[in-house]
Nanobody, 128 residues
Framework: QVQLVESGGGSVQTGGSLRLSCAASGYPSRWSYCIAWFRQAPGKEREGVASLHKLGRTAYADSVKGRFTMSQDTAASIVYLQMNNLEDEDTAMYYC?????????????????????WGQGTQVTVSS
């Protein structure tokens, strides 16, 4: 059974940084996989933030390009989202999601509908 556990959220001032972690377990090694970060703010639709596939290629939403970086520690099965220069608009619940297929990783077509496995979420609050 695939399990995803996020951590690293918190409250930070505008311009600050946070690093989110997503610990993954239970997925078959044969997966080509895509791991993605989504976020959802109150009253807003869920949006894809960043994605990474097994070979390490990453993609990002325009709103976070140049500020967010996704990476993985393959040995530890952990995926990270380094968030720098945070803005008030980045405030949201952040979710890690996994799919067996790397083809779902592309932006701008990244969609949560293509991900069957989700973590519980971690809250990020940015305030000035």
């Amino acid at each position: 059974q695939v399990q995803l556990v996020e951590s690293g959220g918190g409250s930070v001032q505008t311009g600050g940084s946070l690093r989110l972690s997503c610990a993954a377990s239970g997925y078959p090694s044969r997966w080509s996989y895509c791991i993605a970060w989504f976020r959802q703010a109150p009253g807003k639709e869920r949006e894809g933030v960043a994605s990474l596939h097994k070979l390490g290629r990453t993609a990002y939403a325009d709103s976070v390009k140049g500020r967010f970086t996704m990476s993985q520690d393959t040995a530890a099965s952990i995926v990270y989202l380094q968030m720098n220069n945070l803005e008030d608009e980045d405030t949201a619940m952040y979710y890690c999601a996994a799919s067996p297929y790397d083809r779902v990783c592309a932006f701008p077509t990244l969609s949560g509908d293509n991900f069957a496995h989700w973590g519980q979420g971690t809250q990020v609050t940015v305030s000035s």
